[in-house]
């Protein structure tokens, strides 16, 4: 990873205290409600329907080394827990590219809003579980940003709600990025949009 403060996308103060040079956001959707409606999100939101769908390309789809790797997960308050050592099933789209995994890293190429969105990107933890599925990614280098994010879907067993929440933090390393810090904010208000079209292009309502 190329920055310090990983997994930092879950604690619970993040826009209050994010990582140093960095700029923390966060967004929530409800997206409608059911475990039909949960089901459907949590397989386009692992087999990276958002990515695309926001007009990038992967590229280098490089699974971990080993199949006992799961990847660094966290508790609720954002503390880290040990890694898992259960064997995770590879899961493959219909094009074969392998669903969302721990420890896999890949490589995004395309431009968002006129802006560069290159990185290479490394998967550090992912969730299935009955009622949340989500999981976080970070920058490994060759970006305007250092930084993550943490995409979550959560089925709400007190309103049968799905919703869908993305959070990140960008620290700026292009040098117009560095200079004119708005154009951080601006990439990642494009990069939210465009994450709810391609999991919730009709049930999107904002919090």
Do not use: N
Not at 127 to 134: A, F, N
Not at 185 to 198: C, D, I, N, T, W
């Amino acid at each position: 990873m190329d920055y310090a403060a990983v997994g930092a996308t879950h604690a619970p103060d993040l826009m209050q205290y994010p990582p140093e040079h960095s700029i923390p956001a966060e967004e929530s959707w409800r997206i409608g409600s059911g475990e039909e409606r949960f089901q459907i999100a949590g397989e386009a939101l692992l087999s990276w329907t958002a990515q695309r769908a926001a007009g990038l390309s992967l590229q280098d789809v490089r699974p971990a080394a080993g199949p006992a790797y799961a990847g660094v997960t966290f508790d609720e308050e954002g503390t880290p827990i040990a890694p898992s050592t259960r064997d995770v099933e590879q899961r493959f789209d219909a094009e074969g590219t392998p669903f969302v995994g721990p420890g896999m890293t890949i490589r995004l190429d395309g431009r968002v809003g006129g802006m560069r969105a290159d990185a290479e990107l490394r998967v550090i933890s992912v969730t299935e579980e009955r009622r949340h599925i989500g999981f976080v990614l970070g920058t490994v280098g060759d970006s305007v940003v250092s930084g993550e994010e943490s995409f979550d879907l959560q089925w709400r067993e007190d309103t049968d709600e799905v919703w869908f929440t993305v959070r990140a933090f960008d620290a700026p390393v292009g040098l117009l990025y560095r200079v004119l810090p708005a154009l951080v904010k601006r990439r990642r208000r494009e990069l939210f949009a465009r994450y709810l079209r391609a999991i919730s292009p009709l049930y999107a309502t904002p919090l």
